[in-house]
């Protein structure tokens, strides 16, 4: 059974940093390109970064709201994919997801459960 | 990169059709045969329903459908059932190498 299950989550003050971790099982995860999407509370889903697989020089690409902020980078050894989150605002409180992504698309199937971040002070 | 619009909610009774339309621009929705929907019920982890454009992952019920007209996607519910009122968001893959989402929309079973 594929599953992600998300840690890291935490209230932290603005300005801190805070890393997200997905950690998978099921598949391959050296194979699977990976995303973070969040969701702040009562609000729509945002997609937050995508990592590609080696394969493809493990190259990221960022949504313009966290880029130069925020890190994803990959485990394949450990089957973890992370999200390094600095200079954290009170706008990226949210619940972050973290997903796969089906082999050339940029759809994002299954989702962990979500794990919450709270920035505030 | 702005969100993909969508309308705030679309209802329909037991049994109707319901369609959820998502513009976006040359530059996402309309450039890429990459845009996926998901629905999502209160308290719950998004699920993927459609994939570029018009692919259904194995499992999804064969009453979701999704097809794409210039730089308007649509999602149609067919024989609308209670279990199908949820939010349901499209998202794009764009041309600055991005993915941008809708708004969603709520979808309410009458």
């Known amino acids: 059974e594929v599953q992600l299950v998300e840690s890291g989550g935490d209230l932290v003050q603005p300005g801190r940093s805070l890393r997200l971790s997905c950690t998978v099982s099921g598949f391959t995860f050296g194979d699977y390109a990976m995303s973070w999407v969040r969701q702040a509370p009562g609000k729509g889903l945002e997609w937050v970064s995508f990592?590609?697989?080696?394969?493809?020089?493990?190259?990221?690409e960022y949504a313009a709201s966290v880029k130069g902020r925020f890190i994803i980078s990959r485990d394949d050894s450990k089957s973890i994919a992370y999200l390094q989150m600095n200079s954290l605002k009170t706008e990226d409180t949210a619940v972050y997801y973290c997903s796969r992504i089906i082999p050339g698309t940029t759809s994002f199937d299954p989702w962990g459960q979500g794990t919450l971040v709270t920035v505030s002070s | 990169q702005s969100a993909l619009t969508q309308p705030a909610s679309v209802s329909g009774s037991p049994g109707q059709s319901i369609t959820i339309s998502c513009t976006g621009t040359s530059s996402d929705v309309g450039g890429y045969n990459y845009v996926s929907w998901y629905q999502q019920h209160p308290g719950k982890v998004p699920k993927l329903m459609i994939y570029d454009v018009t692919n259904r992952p194995s499992g999804v019920s064969n009453r979701f459908s999704g097809s794409k007209s210039g730089n308007t996607a649509s999602l149609t519910i067919s024989g609308l059932q209670a279990e199908d009122e949820a939010d349901y968001y499209c998202s794009s893959y764009t041309s600055s190498s991005t993915v941008v989402f809708g708004g969603g929309t709520k979808v309410t079973v009458l």
């Open positions: 990592i590609r697989t080696k394969a493809y020089g493990g190259t990221t």
